[in-house]
C-alpha cells in the first residue's frame, strides 16, 4: 500500500519561508516522478512543482518560480518543497503526490494516482 505522508506545513508572516517534507512509502520511490500541488479554499487544486525520479528535472508553476524549490532524497524516499519569500497568495492546503507508472513524467494532477492528506499553510499579510 502506497502512503504519502506530509508535514512541515504552518502560520508564516509574509516573506517567511517554509519547507515541507512528504515521506513515502510502498513504492520504489526512485523509480517514481513526485509533485507538489495545492488547493486554497473555493479554488481548483493547482500544480505547484514536480521532479522527475532521478532528481534531474523540475518544473514550477509561474506563480512560484523563483521561490519554491523541489528536491528528493531517494535514499530517504523523501520530496521536499522549500518556500521562500512567501505571500498571502500562497495559503491553502499543500499535497505531494506520484504518478501512475515508474520512469514516467508530468505535471497533470490527473496522471497522479497516490496523494497524501494534505498540510495546511497559511501566511498572514
Known amino acids: 500500500q502506497v502512503q504519502l505522508v506530509e508535514s512541515g506545513g504552518g502560520l508564516v508572516q509574509a516573506g517567511g519561508s517554509l519547507r515541507l517534507s512528504c515521506a513515502a512509502s510502498g513504492r520504489t520511490f526512485s523509480t517514481y516522478t513526485m509533485g507538489w500541488f495545492r488547493q486554497a479554499p473555493g479554488k481548483e487544486r493547482e500544480f505547484v512543482a514536480a521532479?522527475?525520479?532521478?532528481?534531474?528535472?523540475?518544473d514550477y508553476a509561474d506563480s512560484v518560480k523563483g521561490r519554491f524549490t523541489i528536491s528528493r532524497d531517494n535514499a530517504k524516499s523523501t520530496v521536499y518543497l522549500q518556500m521562500n519569500s512567501l505571500k498571502f497568495e500562497d495559503t491553502a492546503v499543500y499535497y505531494c503526490?506520484?504518478?501512475?507508472?515508474?520512469?514516467?513524467?508530468?505535471?497533470?494532477?490527473?496522471?497522479?494516482?497516490?496523494w497524501g492528506q494534505g498540510t495546511q499553510v497559511t501566511v498572514s499579510s
Open positions: 503526490a506520484t504518478v501512475v507508472r515508474r520512469f514516467y513524467y508530468t505535471v497533470a494532477g490527473d496522471e497522479y494516482d497516490y
Open positions: 521532479i522527475i525520479y532521478s532528481g534531474g528535472r523540475t
